[in-house]
């Protein structure tokens, strides 16, 4: 009897949650027949706005024309390539720069000095030097990747608790598996959120070099539908940005979770 | 004798970048190629006393500055408006958090191309690309300042029977403001690059940005680096200005 009427109870409980969830479409819903209903009255030029099942009939033509896989494929291969260079070279230069005073001394001021400048502003400066093609989109990524690795992963190191490597020490661990069986799974957490910080800047400065000066990728496609006013294009494109990066970086909080749910991460 | 050694320290901080410096006059004076792309010392010189004199230096940091600030208000109080909103009421939480966080998805810079079609490429569509850039990170601060506060306060508030208005000016205010000074410092940094950021995008006005676009074009790599060089001393002497503030104004939350 009793556990009946819990289960009743639970159920209810657990419909009552469901419609509590559903609460949340109701603004993103609003927004969607707002803009339907005004593109439908005709007020507004369709250059300037196009309902929204245009837009939804331009992502299907476009995803079966294969310009926009093409496009994201372009634009995530530059990310891709390089996010492993400058994930790489952060975090070697990370570790170097939180283990050897050396390194701290002669490198640490002019580092600080770097990461103040912001990877956009370089978009002018690294055409002039390397030109427009591929080179300057990856080092851009690669730029824009580097010094938030570099930096979460020499302060990760440095919060280590002396007695891990003290451990080590006694052991008489040689420098490699220091640093592999030691310092970089106790300072992971850290180096992974700073991997996501870089990725995430990283795809908004692509994208913004893509804009600028490109002749393939997301980017391109959305200046390429502004400047033939097709908004319907630049709208898919905006939208697939937006749900590029959120895959990407929710996949990369996803991995964190995976990883160090030993360690009840603060969010 | 400690203060020699740290002098000493410092000078090696510094033996770096003058080396690289040294490798970047060097490879100017390599042939015309290179010089396209590493411009002697000396003309960057040059190119900081024209642009001094002619005033563009100024103009251009005056006109990205204003806009800075401008936005940084409109964002900062957008920010601060639907933040406490959403930490305050569940009902505008349930309406506007899916929007804030499906429109917050999309980098900003990328939004420009669709804000050029429908606002065009004046002063007006960059000010709301700064705007937008400075509110995303005041909301999300501000929100978690208001969420975050100790349960005890709210119970003692309730003890002493106080109204709405004394719960939020002496309890949520107070326990949200440093939050909220970290809110406008994320803020300032993004309105500062998103500034300079538009400029580069909608070349129409004067700024920082469009000083090196220009440069850029006529191949001037010396007025290129000086922007840089400005875009990035502001961003640091902003950044540093206001947390000395903060920490002033707020030094009686110190516990």
Known sequence: MISTASAVIGSRVSVGHRMLALTWLISPLLLLATWALVAASGHYSAQLLIPPADVWHTFKDLLHSGELLEGAAFSLRRLASGFVLGASGGLLFGAALALSKTVEVYCAPMFHVLRQVPSIALIPMFILVFGVEETFKVLLVTKAVFFPVALATSEGIKAIPRSHFEVARLYRLPRYSLLLDVVFPAAAPP???????????????????????????????????????????VMVGVITIGLIGFVLDSSLRLLERRLFRWKAIKE | MNNLLSHARRARGLLLPALLVAAWEVASHQGASQAYAFVPLS???????????????????????????????????????????????????????????????????????????????????????????????????????????????????????????????????????RSIANGILHALAFAWVSSVGSELFLSTGSGLGNLMMNAEAGARMEIVVIGVVCIGLMGYAMNQLFSRLTRHLLRWRDI
Not at chain 1, 196 to 213: C, F, K, N, S, Y
Not at chain 2, 115 to 131: D, N, T
Request: hydrophobic fraction near 55%; proline fraction near 3%; charged fraction near 15%.
């Open chain 1, 191 to 233: 180096i992974l959120t700073g991997l996501r910080v870089g990725l995430t800047r990283a795809w908004m400065v692509l994208v913004a070099a893509e804009l600028l000066a490109a002749d393939s990728g997301l980017g391109q496609m959305i200046e390429m539908g502004r400047q033939m006013m097709r908004i319907d294009v």
């Open chain 2, 43 to 177: 003309v960057i010189g040059q190119g900081l006393t024209e642009l001094i004199r002619n005033g563009d230096l100024l103009i251009s940091t005056l006109a990205s500055l204003q806009r800075t600030c401008i936005g940084l208000l409109i964002g900062v109080i957008a920010g601060l408006l639907v933040g406490a909103a959403m930490a305050l009421s569940a009902i505008a939480e349930r309406l506007l958090a899916p929007l804030y966080h499906m429109l917050r998805q999309v980098p900003i810079l990328g939004l420009i191309p669709l804000i050029a079609l429908w606002f065009g490429s004046q002063e007006g569509a960059k000010l709301l690309i700064v705007s937008l850039a400075a509110f995303y990170p005041m909301t999300l601060n501000t929100f978690e300042g208001f969420t975050h506060i100790d349960r005890r306060y709210r119970e003692v508030a309730r003890v002493l029977e106080w109204n709405t208005w004394q719960v939020f000016t002496q309890v949520l205010l107070p326990g949200a403001l």
